[in-house]
């Protein structure tokens, strides 16, 4: 279409990532029956001891973010669902036995996804440094093939941005993916009266082939479960 007769315009070329993951994501959404459910979790305690932790980390001059929390409570709710960290293969299912979880990252030229391998080995602190250094990576454009492979469950999180919620969409050969968004404030109902909580909306977007509403909602509220309890995390 000539846009040019209505009004002016300007012909900006797609950069190299944004063809490749403009493809990959048209292939996905139309060849994986999506589905998403919506939950929020509570985070307040999770983000005093992040803050307390934050403090004492920062004068070596390391950051956590609660992504780090996230993607060690994401590798621990895999193992207690093994479904959601499997891959369909024609009629079989391949359930993997190792935690390679993806982390979507906003860059100058385009969303890119490294990958905190053995995520369930790793504690709190491993995990932010490689947060930390793959994110500068990708930032410089100095991703390795080898640091973009082998996820089995990506996230995806807005946390730093904003909204309530939206719908990811799945990373094929994975069959699920995690949604983040901005944490509020809220008026929670503790059983005496109504506490502000800071709470966490997650968007979890499933293959509806490998995963049924119901273990998508299992899921979700385990992972919310470890989100709440930080000690889950650490002990």
Request: charged content about 25%; overall charge positive; aromatic content about 8%.
């Amino acid at each position: 279409m000539d846009f040019a007769k209505f009004g002016p315009i300007e012909t900006k070329p797609l950069s190299r990532i944004q063809k490749i993951s403009g493809a990959n994501l048209s292939r996905n959404w139309v060849m994986i029956p999506h589905v998403t459910f919506n939950d929020e979790c509570d985070i307040t305690e999770l983000e005093d001891f992040r803050k307390t932790v934050g403090k004492e980390w920062e004068k070596s001059g390391l950051k956590i973010s609660p992504l780090a929390f996230i993607i060690k409570a994401a590798a621990e709710a895999l193992k207690a669902f093994p479904t959601f960290n499997s891959s369909l293969d024609g009629d079989n299912l391949v359930l993997k036995q190792y935690y390679h979880i993806g982390f979507a990252a906003d860059t100058p030229n385009g969303l890119v996804v490294p990958v905190i391998k053995d995520a369930d080995k790793k504690g709190l602190r491993q995990i932010a440094q490689e947060l930390t250094d793959l994110s500068k990576l990708a930032r410089e454009g100095k991703l390795k093939p080898t640091d973009m492979q082998g996820a089995t469950f990506t996230i995806s999180s807005l946390g730093g941005i904003g909204g309530t919620s939206f719908t990811p969409i799945v990373n094929a050969p994975e069959v699920a993916i995690l949604g983040v968004c901005k944490s509020q404030i809220k008026p929670v109902w503790n059983g005496k009266e109504f506490a502000p909580r800071l709470m966490c909306p997650l968007s979890l977007s499933f293959d509806h082939r490998v995963i049924d509403g119901a273990a998508a909602a299992r899921f979700t509220v385990h992972l919310g479960k470890l989100l709440s309890d930080v000690r889950r995390l650490i002990l």
